[in-house]
């Protein structure tokens, strides 16, 4: 290697330092002769030069949106049991829901259903692929959301918890109606903090809901009549609106010692 491409390497190293991108030296070194030696193209070369690095930061990325979405369990298309409930879930429409384009079109999705037939299991699924996607996501369970909001209220942070709700690209509310008795009865406030959230939200960012209440029983789950319409109404306008029946898992979950079909 001449003077002048030493001082030419030296350059791009520095460059690179400049950039905070990591480039070992030897790594260069070692691809400098492997463009040589297969006469690699200018696009090539470059391709070869920062795609490891680029990947890798895509890759801490997509996992610090992962940690920052809070997900209960870890879930994935393909770790899901399509075989079940074989016309629950329309395995076409799921795939191009994990596309990320109603979070795009800021459009609300809503998983209406029985318990246990995977609903969870799906949005928690939707949301992951969606922070793969670029989106910010944040989940939550009605029952955390509506403690949290309650919180709150004593500690006079409630205008940061909304803006902080408002923000992510899609926020997921699972365990609606199922498992935040407690927290609504504690809160008498739970249907007004709720929709503020919504109205935050409108039109802005997607928001996703799962729940097993019917449309005709929120005014039972929500009690403040005017509040639960208002609530509805900006919830399923344009929404996709998902009505899930079939088997549960957990009913016909194996017992210990019995082996699954």
């Known amino acids: 290697m001449t ?6 390497r030296d350059r791009c190293l520095s460059h690179f330092a400049t950039l905070g991108i990591p480039l070992p030296s030897e790594s260069l070194d070692t691809l400098l002769a492997k463009a040589e030696k297969e006469s690699l193209s200018h696009l090539s070369f470059l391709d070869q030069l920062i795609g490891e690095q680029a990947d890798a930061r895509r890759e801490r990325s997509v996992q610090r949106r992962i940690r920052e979405a809070r997900f209960a369990e870890s ?9 079940f409930n074989p016309k629950a879930f329309d395995r076409v429409q799921m795939e191009e829901l994990a596309t990320g384009d109603f979070i795009r079109r800021r459009t609300n999705l809503i998983l209406l259903g029985w318990s246990g037939v995977g609903k969870s299991h799906m949005i928690q699924a939707l949301g992951q692929q969606a922070c793969v996607n670029g989106y910010r996501v944040l989940y939550r369970t009605s029952a955390k959301l509506i403690s949290d909001l309650t919180a709150s209220l004593a500690d006079k942070t409630l205008p940061e918890k909304l803006r902080r709700y408002a923000r992510p690209d899609l926020l997921i509310i699972d365990e609606f109606g199922c498992g935040d008795r407690i927290e609504r009865e504690e809160c008498p406030q739970a249907p007004h903090l709720l929709y503020k959230i919504i109205a935050l939200r409108n039109q802005k960012h997607s928001t996703a809901l799962v729940t097993n209440v019917d449309f005709d029983k929120w005014g039972d789950y929500l009690p403040d009549g005017p509040v639960a319409m208002a609530f509805l109404d900006r919830l399923v306008e344009g929404a996709i609106i998902l009505k899930i029946q079939g088997k549960s898992y957990r009913a016909h979950r194996p017992k210990e010692g019995e082996n699954p079909e």
Request: hydrophobic share 40%; glycine share 6%.
């Open 75 to 83: 879930k994935s298309l393909e770790g899901f049991n399509w075989k």
């Open 3 to 8: 003077k002048k491409m030493i001082n030419l």
